[in-house]
């Protein structure tokens, strides 16, 4: 057999099988200091303490919780993330209910089988993974009593980039502008600052110098299965034309025998195309929907916009922050 694997070769979108699901989190692990992969976690457990622990005024209970919502939550990454940044930080989680949606099973089982293994999670009121596109959330069954109901809607690492259809970024900020809590829900959408080409009404990123796919020659051993490899090769093609970036490279599923020998199991042609953003319209398409971007966080990696619905004629100016633990939300 060649070093590029059977004729099996398949098309895929980085997501799109069990195997890429494990290595989806081998791979963030391995490159978490570039990544900065944890970042997120002390906005998205500031918006929390924020907006659980000291913003909600209404009264919560297990079937009137504040609730979360995490779209293209991979393998539930920021949920589990929260659930254990929340429970360090002492913060109740039995009146909290959090909903992961993905569009790929293969995360989406992920996901299911990480909780069971993630003490916090116990701790939380209520857990569901469910499977459903960002485009259509409120056709997803899980979401369906959940309309008006949402108090954080998160989009997280820059996966808004994903709606490469014309159509998508204004579908997308309708199906959020549905689901949000009127006057207090907040969806906390973010951009990798590497794929915002024009910014209109936030600073500069703190550092342009990183781009969030790194591709080079690797292996990562499976946790899950003995004697799996998971190869990555370095990226082949990357190429912008008009909004969308493409990357291509192969990563294959190896198997190793005790022979020494080594079979490949799954040959992927990886595609990812990602939209590259013009600020001003991100904000108008949100806009189109009765959302008004209420704050902008810079961080290293990426910006994070979190909206609001609009209720009223008098929109304050947006304010700036950027990521550290001393400013967030203060
Ligand atoms: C970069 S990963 C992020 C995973 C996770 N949120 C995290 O922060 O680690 C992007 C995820 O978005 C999902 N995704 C892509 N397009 C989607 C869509 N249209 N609707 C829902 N999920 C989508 C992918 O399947 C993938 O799991």
Redesign the pocket.
Known sequence: MGDRGPDTERPS????SPYLAEY?DLW?DANKKTLKAQE?ASVYLSALERDLVKGCTRQLSQDNPFTVL?????????LVNLANDAVNAGIDLSNVELIG????PA?VQRSKDIEKETESMARVGKVTWAL????SLTSVPALQDRLGRVDAL??????IS??ISPE?PQLFSSQVATLLTPKSGRAYLTIQNDLIQSRSISSPPLNTDITWLEVNAQDFPSKLHPGIIYKQYPLEKSEIKGQIRTDNYRFQVVRKADSGDQEVIENNNITLSLRVWDEAEFVQWAKNAGLHCSEIITGDIETYYVFKLSDSQDIPPVPRTCVSPATIFS
Do not use: K, P, Q, W
Request: charged fraction near 25%; charge should be negative.
């Open positions: 979108n980085f997501y799109d989806y963030v997120d995490d779209v293209g939550t991979g393998t539930g990454r920021v949606v993905d569009i790929e995360m459903g596109e960002a485009v998160i989009f997280a690492v820059g996966s994903h709606l998508e």
